[in-house]
């Protein structure tokens, strides 16, 4: 029964990214519980995985070695689980990226048939220290673009990267106007699903724009690490309510 309902998601998933108005994208978001992959269990990719499977999501976390995220999966309980890289992509509808920045030239290369034409919300931020000529590529490039060379064919939102996973952790779901989590992206309906995704963990989506504007909240610029609520967002990012 459960394999049924999960192609029955699937297909739908497809059905309405391909052909449908991005509204119904969205739509099918918040009210089926799509599988997640998240590719990394640290701590970005481990809070937001955990709030997805708060939401009812079936998340599977993956690494190079699954079993050092059995601590992880049984503090979540169901409907998290752990598996491979190869194993994740092939079960998640939706992907969240959530590895050091230097591994992405690898990634994108060993698994770019399975990523193509899935909808990917890219978490990482590239640091001097720690990923050399890829963090001066995205200082010049802009962070979007540079993601999208090494992760072509997927269907790319910057999403998640804007923030210390600490405010995540305490935000999510708080009293009062949500934290808002700036994304963006060039595929439409790709941005319907990751902005739901977003709500599901507990915030408010704002869209900035368009790879491009990735710059705009990327590590180093001013919308990078603001606790701001929705309003106060679109009005720092110059975007419409």
């Given at each position: 029964?459960?394999?049924?309902?999960?192609?029955l998601?699937?297909?739908?998933?497809?059905l309405?990214?391909?052909?449908?108005?991005?509204?119904?994208?969205?739509?099918?978001a918040?009210?089926?519980?799509?599988p997640?992959?998240?590719?990394?269990?640290?701590?970005?990719?481990g809070?937001i995985g955990g709030l997805?499977?708060?939401?009812?999501h079936?998340?599977m976390?993956?690494?190079?070695?699954?079993?050092?995220?059995k601590?992880?999966?049984?503090?979540?309980?169901p409907?998290?689980?752990?598996?491979t890289?190869?194993?994740?992509?092939?079960?998640?509808?939706?992907?969240?990226?959530a590895?050091?920045?230097?591994?992405?030239p690898?990634?994108?290369?060993t698994?770019?048939?399975?990523?193509?034409?899935?909808?990917?919300?890219?978490?990482?931020?590239?640091?001097?220290?720690r990923d050399?000529?890829?963090?001066?590529?995205?200082?010049s490039?802009?962070?979007?673009?540079?993601?999208?060379?090494?992760l072509?064919g997927a269907?790319?939102v910057?999403?998640?990267?804007?923030?210390?996973?600490?405010?995540?952790a305490?935000?999510a779901h708080?009293?009062g106007?949500?934290?808002?989590v700036?994304?963006?992206?060039d595929?439409?309906?790709?941005?319907?699903?990751?902005?739901?995704?977003?709500?599901?963990?507990?915030?408010d989506?704002?869209?900035?724009?368009?790879l491009d504007?990735?710059?705009?909240?990327?590590?180093g610029s001013?919308g990078?690490?603001?606790?701001?609520?929705?309003?106060?967002?679109?009005?720092?990012?110059?975007?419409?309510e």
């Open positions: 029964m459960a394999c049924d309902r999960r192609t998601l699937t297909g739908a998933l497809a309405a990214l391909a052909a449908a108005p991005a509204v119904a994208g969205t739509a099918l918040q009210e089926s519980k799509i997640i992959a998240v590719i990394g269990g640290g701590n970005i990719g809070t997805w499977v708060k939401a009812g079936p998340v976390f993956a690494s190079r070695h699954p079993e050092e995220l601590p992880l999966v049984e503090t979540l309980g409907p998290a689980r752990a598996g890289v190869e194993q994740a992509l092939a079960f998640g509808d939706a992907v969240l990226i590895v050091p920045y230097r591994a992405y690898e990634l994108g290369k698994y770019a048939a399975a990523l193509k034409g899935k909808v990917v919300l890219d978490a990482g931020n590239a640091t001097k220290a050399g000529d890829l963090a001066a590529e995205a200082e490039a802009g962070i979007g673009a540079t993601s999208a060379r090494y072509p269907r790319l910057r999403a998640f990267n804007a923030a210390n996973y600490k405010l995540f305490q935000n708080r009293s106007a949500p934290m808002a700036p994304i963006a992206g595929d439409k309906q790709a941005l319907e699903v990751a902005a739901a995704l977003v709500r599901d963990a507990g915030f989506p704002v869209v900035v724009g368009g504007a990735a710059r705009k909240f990327q590590m001013p990078f690490q603001r606790d701001a609520t929705g309003p106060e967002a679109r009005k720092a990012f110059g975007v419409a």
